[in-house]
Every structure is written in structure tokens, then in C-alpha cells.
């Protein structure tokens, strides 16, 4: 089956910079490559995703970044806020006619300092 | 967005008793998953469902577990017999083919088993 790698486990930055997590998946069959933003409490939310067919995506202050050579995958949030504080998984997926079982990364744990 | 709602959202159960989660998920999404995340870890999948049938499950979805959806009412999730370590929180979450596979998650329901 699939693995995720996440990297890393927390992510401690000051207001206004850049936070950047690493995944690496093993299944080159993978080929849907989303992110969620989890709260305490909360649902995880879907933040942005990309698909095989594009090496970068990005939406909202959020960018993310696909290498298929390399199996490995990117989150960048530009300009973080104090909202940006939470966990984010990244999962990988090889959708088929069973619909699409998403395999999650471990979790980053970001913080925005003031 | 896209709303998955899950009733009840916390559960105590003595361990031995069957507990049935419920999970009504976007109207007009076809495939429903649950899955099963530790405190502090990753969400995990169990199982996916589409078109009355369970399509794949992992080992993490054992000879006690068991899904159904009768007649386009909730997804349900019944444990039966609990066991103490089926203490997780349990999300369910749905996605459609003309969606693009993307997965909107419940906010989960928190059994506690004792």
C-alpha cells in the first residue's frame, strides 16, 4: 500500500514569513495529492490539492509543488498569519473505480508567532 | 462548502456494547469513507463504500466493524463488540466522481470507550 512521509513535525515561524512542508509518497500510481488544514476540534478542511497532470498549483497565499521523479510533494503558505496556526496533513491517492482512499502524512504542527 | 454532518459527536460506551456512528453525507456524493484518527496522529483509513457495497477496507477494519447505508439514509459505522481500542475519533467523509474525487470531511465523532 501507499506511505506518506511528512516533514516536518513542527514548523515554528514568525508573522509575515513563508512555511514550507515536505511529503514523499511511494506508489507511483498515486496521482491526487491533497492538503488539509486541521483545527483543535475540528474537521480536517481542504486547503488546496494538485494532480498528477501539474507540477504547481496555487490558490490564496498557498502554493504547492509536484515532483513525480522524485515522489515528493509541497506545501508553501506565503505570508503566514496567526490564523495559519493549526495541523496540516498532506495525503496521496490513486483514485479507481473504488473511489479514492487517501493515505495522510503524519501532520505538521504549524505556529504563527506574533 | 460542501457540508458531511455526523451525529452523535461524543459517545461513552462501556467496553463490550455496540455503538452505531451515523454520518449523512453531501447530497449528492456517491462514495463515503470512514476514517478512524488517534489523538495527536493522522487520520487512517477503514473503509470505503459506493453503491450499497464496501469497496476496500483496511486492517484496521476488523471482524467487529460494519457499514451500511439503507436506503439513502446515513452512512452508519456500527462497532459491535467495542473493544478499548476503538477509542479514536471517527470521521466520515464523502466525495463525488464530478467533483474530481475531492473529500469533505464530517466533524467527527468522539467514542470514548471504557
Known amino acids: 500500500g501507499e506511505q506518506v512521509e511528512q516533514l516536518p513535525s513542527i514548523l515554528r515561524v514568525q508573522e509575515g514569513s513563508s512555511a514550507s512542508i515536505n511529503c514523499t509518497y511511494e506508489n507511483s500510481a498515486s496521482n491526487y495529492f491533497p492538503w488539509y488544514k486541521q483545527e483543535p476540534g475540528e474537521n480536517p478542511k481542504l486547503i488546496i490539492d494538485?494532480?498528477?497532470?501539474?507540477e504547481r498549483k496555487q490558490t490564496q497565499g498557498l502554493i504547492v509543488l509536484l515532483d513525480k521523479k522524485a515522489k515528493r510533494f509541497s506545501l508553501h503558505i506565503t505570508d503566514t498569519q496567526p490564523g495559519d496556526s493549526a495541523m496540516y496533513f498532506c495525503?496521496?491517492?490513486?483514485?479507481?473505480?473504488?473511489?479514492?482512499?487517501?493515505?495522510f502524512g503524519i501532520g505538521t504542527r504549524v505556529l504563527v508567532r506574533p | 462548502g460542501p457540508k458531511v454532518l455526523q451525529i452523535p459527536s461524543h459517545q461513552i460506551i462501556d467496553m463490550g456494547q455496540m455503538v452505531t456512528l451515523n454520518c449523512d453525507p453531501v447530497?449528492?456524493?456517491?462514495?463515503f469513507y470512514w476514517y478512524k484518527q488517534i489523538l495527536g496522529q493522522q487520520m487512517e483509513f477503514l473503509v470505503n463504500f459506493y453503491n450499497g457495497k464496501v469497496m476496500e477496507k483496511s486492517k484496521l477494519f476488523k471482524d467487529q466493524f460494519s457499514v451500511e447505508r439503507p436506503d439513502g439514509s446515513y452512512f452508519t459505522l456500527k462497532i459491535q463488540p467495542t473493544a478499548l481500542e476503538d477509542s479514536a475519533v471517527y470521521f466520515c467523509?464523502?466525495?463525488?466522481?464530478?467533483?474530481?474525487?475531492?473529500?469533505?470531511f464530517g466533524p467527527g465523532t468522539r467514542l470514548t470507550v471504557l
Open positions: 494538485i494532480r498528477s497532470n501539474m
Open positions: 447530497s449528492n456524493h456517491l462514495y
Open positions: 495525503a496521496a491517492s490513486a483514485p479507481n473505480s473504488a473511489g479514492n482512499k487517501l493515505t
Open positions: 467523509a464523502s466525495s463525488s466522481p464530478l467533483g474530481g474525487y475531492e473529500q469533505y
